[in-house]
């Protein structure tokens, strides 16, 4: 009885031990995934904030997410993220020469800096760099306002790269301010930088950015890495002794914003004005978010029928037209060549029957005469409907296309790739024989069928088949009159979609 009696006993202490650590596991794992979404939230944010923002030389630092430190102030929580540093930039306070830089690069330690409110949720980000006075520092537990016996500099820098305000230590103490110099008294240090200090009352002081740039030497085939002086800050250390907080940013050490105060960063506006928007600066302009862009090449397309918002609307929705005509052409032809057009307008046209036209390259030299230009007839753009815009962009790309490849390739070769399409300054490019069109027309004609499908559903199939042979093939009077109807909205008949 006693023996079965210290079974059970033992039996129900290993159940409750069981029981707690499946409660334990399962706690942990609530507490991992909430961290792993938190992680996942501050990258998109991150991501979303550095597309509108000008590249620096901080920009070729990248965050490695699963290396960050956690800590809390007030109504805020930071997360210092490790950054992977490829070409070894450091910033140093050391007048030096490229020669005797390395050793100061272990006196510099950057980091990627999140201060994000707990109440509000939103994020700032920085990158704070953290300058020792003696070489070879260990900056293990060196954390954010946590720099137990350091001595040198913390300096706070915004995404573009911009200095927004540091502090000296002595001994793990804050010592002074670091305030950035006005634009005034920077175009005043070009200038007399001894007046200069005399104006600020302080020592002016230069920080160094340095970085490893490989390069081929001559006579050499392998690469050659040197450290090299690549831009030069000028910061003032407030030598008055105030280090107490103020609109400079938070007087324990902390970083401000570059409107001044340790306070929730300022709302964010992406490049068309929306609070909070995805929109991003490319390097064709704003891109992005509510512009309906997603690329530089549809920006350029888009930009060209400026003054025509139907035609650019309609653009907006088919982001890669080049690649889709391109994939129309290779689907008929197994061709792989580029489609590298230009849309434009041509006034000229206009009160014409001609939809577009191709303007033909003087003489062929291939990588230079590439590029296409389609001119459009702007009453097209004004009064078809986009229905019939859509089926003109693709026709004219087409057209330009078979421009090209009879300037590139010999009237044998093009006869050998591409049969009996007629390119003779006529708009009709594939033939019928025996009343029937062969088999790359017919592909041709149903893909582009399908793309008017694509773009309006309700089109009627036999309507979208004869937008489609418009300017290809020779039409019949029926599918005559529908293409007539569609092109000019002005006069009844039409069933697409009418440009506001």
């Not at 006693?2 to 039996?11: M, V």
């Not at 960063?265 to 928007?277: A, F, I, R």
């Not at 920006?299 to 029928?305: A, V």
């Amino acid at each position: 009885m006693k023996k079965t009696y210290y079974l059970l006993k033992l039996y129900g202490t290993v159940f409750i031990l069981l029981i707690l650590l499946l409660v334990g596991n399962n706690s942990c794992k609530k507490e991992s995934d909430k961290q792993n979404q938190e992680t996942e939230n501050l990258i998109s944010d991150y991501v979303k904030r550095t597309k509108s923002v000008n590249k620096n030389d901080f920009s070729q630092l990248q965050p490695i997410w699963n290396s960050s430190y956690t800590s809390e102030y007030d109504s805020n929580v930071f997360y210092e993220v490790d950054l992977r540093n490829p070409n070894h930039f450091f910033l140093t306070d050391q007048k030096t020469t490229p020669e005797k830089a390395a050793q100061y690069e272990k006196s510099n330690n950057i980091k990627l800096l999140i201060r994000k409110n707990r109440e509000t949720g939103k994020s700032a980000f920085f990158y704070m760099s953290l300058i020792a006075s003696k070489i070879n520092q260990d900056f293990r537990n060196m954390h954010y306002k946590k720099l137990p016996n350091f001595t040198g500099s913390v300096r706070y820098y915004s995404l573009n790269g911009e200095f927004i305000n540091g502090w000296t230590y002595a001994d793990g103490k804050v010592a002074n301010k670091i305030k950035a110099l006005s634009a005034k008294l920077m175009s005043q240090m070009s200038l007399n930088p001894q007046k200069l200090a005399q104006t600020v009352g302080c020592p002016i002081e230069e920080i160094e950015r340095y970085q490893t740039i490989c390069s081929m030497g001559d006579g050499h085939t392998d690469m050659e890495c040197v450290r090299r002086l690549i831009g030069t800050d000028h910061q003032f250390n407030d030598c008055t002794g105030d280090s107490s907080e103020d609109n400079e940013g938070g007087g324990d050490g902390g970083v401000g914003d570059s409107g001044g105060g340790d306070s929730p960063p300022p709302p964010y506006y992406d490049c068309t004005g929306v609070l909070d928007g995805t929109a991003y600066n490319s390097d064709c302009g704003c891109i992005g978010g509510n512009t309906g862009i997603i690329n530089c090449e549809q920006k350029t397309i888009i930009d060209s029928l400026r003054g025509y918002p139907c035609a650019q609307d309609l653009l907006r929705k088919f982001p890669t037209l080049r690649t889709e005509i391109a994939n129309l052409v290779k689907n008929t032809f197994s061709a792989n060549d580029n489609i590298n057009v230009t849309f434009k307008v041509n006034q000229t046209l206009a009160g014409t029957t001609t939809d577009g036209r191709t303007t033909a390259p003087t003489g062929y030299v291939p990588g230079i005469t590439d590029e296409e230009t389609v001119e459009l007839n702007p009453d097209v753009l004004k009064y078809a409907t986009k229905e019939y815009i859509l089926v003109t962009l693709y026709h004219e790309a087409l057209h330009a296309y078979f421009n090209k490849m009879k300037h590139q390739l010999s009237p044998t070769e093009f006869t050998n790739r591409f049969g009996t399409i007629s390119v003779n300054g006529g708009r009709t490019l594939f033939p019928e024989v025996d009343g029937h069109f062969e088999m790359a027309a017919n592909n041709y004609l149903n893909g582009l069928r399908d793309v008017i499908r694509a773009f309006n559903p309700n089109f009627d199939i036999t309507r979208a088949y004869a937008l489609a042979q418009a300017g290809v093939v020779q039409l019949s009077p029926a599918n005559r009159a529908i293409n007539d109807q569609e092109r000019d909205t002005r006069k009844t008949g039409y069933t697409g979609t009418k440009c506001p």
